[in-house]
């Protein structure tokens, strides 16, 4: 794959593979629309890949039309304008930047190709479904709560749709956005970690402000999770959380996201292949109406990427040779 330079592109835009990235995938019912971008230096400075999948904006105009509440349910459904958070990490620190620019509306790609709720399509369940599927042992947990594959609805909004979704639409969704968008993942993660040793995927997201715990003087502003030790090595988790505390940012482990189908999917500390979901609360960098970019937008970007870098760094440690000589220089 060729190497691009990391002048960043507009943040609400794909970029074209003759320009400054690399776009991929499609987004149904918007002609040459990508569903993602990505960027990254000629020379990367760390073996990090940040991943931002729930920013996207590109709306086709049927979908936002089958919207009972437009406005609404993207200002809740959205990581609202957490991509410019991910812009300025890349900036930074000079790591790998992958930005959906398909909705999480459209489709969610923290989510399994078989977390459907079959009510919302057309038609209902396939009855050539696979017996796992049909016994309702896959991954269909998140859809019965309205929160699948393709979100059906919102706690204390109800449903988001007009009608039913077409399984031809459905299906291609799911390979112009889904299949796309975690092949190439995957293909950049075995890239980075065959020059390093060892890569580290950072799945960026922003949550709704927390309630402080029982015993906690503030609620977190930044939720880690690992899966509970499963998706990455133990050592990134540590040195994540100390520095946070030493920054003076609230922060918290695995509650209460712990990460869902890109960490399951993407890492594997065994191959050297880490992943860390970045919970970022919108009430640090977005305005009063959580709605634009706030005052503290600046001071979250610095934050974040001082933890990129230093667990970028204990990442390449990991890798060993000389991966730890460039991540020095």
């Not at 990391?6 to 074209?16: A, F, K, Q, T, Y």
């Not at 039913?164 to 975690?182: K, N, Q, S, V």
């Not at 001071?299 to 000389?322: D, H, K, N, P, Y």
């Amino acid at each position: 794959m060729s190497r691009f330079s990391l002048d960043m592109p507009d943040p609400g835009r794909p970029v074209s593979d003759k320009g400054p990235g690399l776009s991929g995938g499609s987004v149904p019912g918007l002609a040459g629309s990508a569903a993602f971008s990505y960027i990254a230096p000629h020379r990367m400075r760390l073996p990090v890949l940040v991943a931002v999948p729930h920013a996207g904006r590109a709306y086709p105009p049927h979908v936002l039309a089958r919207m009972r509440d437009p406005h609404g349910a993207q200002l809740r459904l959205e990581d609202r304008l957490v991509d410019r958070l991910g812009h300025a990490i890349a900036q930074a620190t000079g790591a790998a930047l992958l930005v959906a620019h398909a909705p999480r509306a459209v489709l969610d790609l923290n989510r399994a190709e078989d977390d459907i709720d079959w009510d919302m399509v057309e038609g209902g369940r396939p009855e050539d479904l696979g017996l796992r599927q049909v016994a309702g042992q896959g991954g269909n947990h998140r859809a019965r709560s309205g929160l699948g594959l393709v979100p059906r609805r919102l706690p204390g909004s109800g449903e988001i749709w007009r009608g039913r979704l077409g399984r031809t639409e459905l299906d291609a969704r799911i390979a112009g956005i889904h299949r796309a968008y975690h092949e190439f993942v995957g293909a950049e993660l075995s890239r980075i970690r065959a020059g390093w040793g060892a890569a580290l995927l950072i799945d960026l997201h922003s949550m709704p402000p927390l309630r402080a715990a029982e015993g906690e003087e503030q609620a977190p502003q930044i939720v880690l999770g690992d899966r509970f030790g499963v998706s990455c090595h133990h050592g990134l988790m540590g040195r994540a959380l100390l520095h946070l505390e030493a920054q003076g940012c609230p922060a918290a482990q695995n509650r209460p996201y712990s990460g869902g189908y890109v960490l399951d999917r993407h890492g594997a500390p065994e191959r050297g292949i880490h992943a860390l979901q970045v919970e970022v609360c919108r009430a640090t960098y977005l305005d009063r109406r959580l709605a634009e970019p706030g005052e503290g937008m600046d001071a979250m970007a610095t934050l974040l990427g001082s933890l990129v870098r230093v667990i970028g760094a204990e990442t390449a440690l990991l890798g060993g040779g000389e991966a730890v000589l460039q991540a020095a220089e």
